[in-house]
Nanobody
C-alpha cells in the first residue's frame, strides 16, 4: 500500500524548533521529488520547501529561508524538514507530497500533479 506519513508536528513556542518527517512506504522514495506544503486556516495551500529527485537541489519560499532545512534519506525512505526560529505565522497543517519527475525544485513546490500526498501534521507556534 502506497503511503506518505507525516510526523513531528506539535505545539512549540515562538523561536522554538521542530523536525518534521515524511515517511514513504509502498514505493521507492529515491525515484520521487518531494515537497513540503502547508495550509493555515482560511488560507490556500502553499509550497514551503521542496527537494528534487536527482541531484537533490532544493527550494525554499522566501519566508522560511535561513530557518528551514529540507533533507532526504533515501535509505530510510524519509524526507525531513528541520524548522528553526519558528514564528506564529508558521502555524499550519504541514503536508508532504511526492512526484515521480525530474522537474526542478521550485516547480515541485507549485504542488501540481503530485502522485501522492500525506494526510498532514499540525504545527502550532504559540506562547
Amino acid at each position: 500500500q502506497v503511503q506518505l506519513v507525516e510526523s513531528g508536528g506539535g505545539l512549540v513556542q515562538p523561536g522554538g524548533s521542530l523536525r518534521l518527517s515524511c515517511a514513504a512506504s509502498g514505493f521507492t522514495l529515491g525515484a520521487y521529488a518531494i515537497g513540503w506544503f502547508r495550509q493555515a486556516p482560511g488560507k490556500e495551500r502553499e509550497g514551503v520547501s521542496c527537494i528534487s529527485r536527482s541531484v537533490g537541489s532544493t527550494y525554499y519560499r522566501d519566508s522560511v529561508k535561513g530557518r528551514f532545512t529540507i533533507s532526504r534519506d533515501n535509505a530510510k525512505s524519509t524526507v525531513y524538514l528541520q524548522m528553526n526560529s519558528l514564528k506564529p505565522e508558521d502555524t499550519a497543517v504541514y503536508y508532504c507530497g511526492a512526484i515521480r519527475s525530474f522537474v526542478a525544485a521550485p516547480t515541485i513546490c507549485q504542488g501540481i500533479n503530485m502522485d501522492y500526498w500525506g494526510k498532514g501534521t499540525l504545527v502550532t507556534v504559540s506562547s
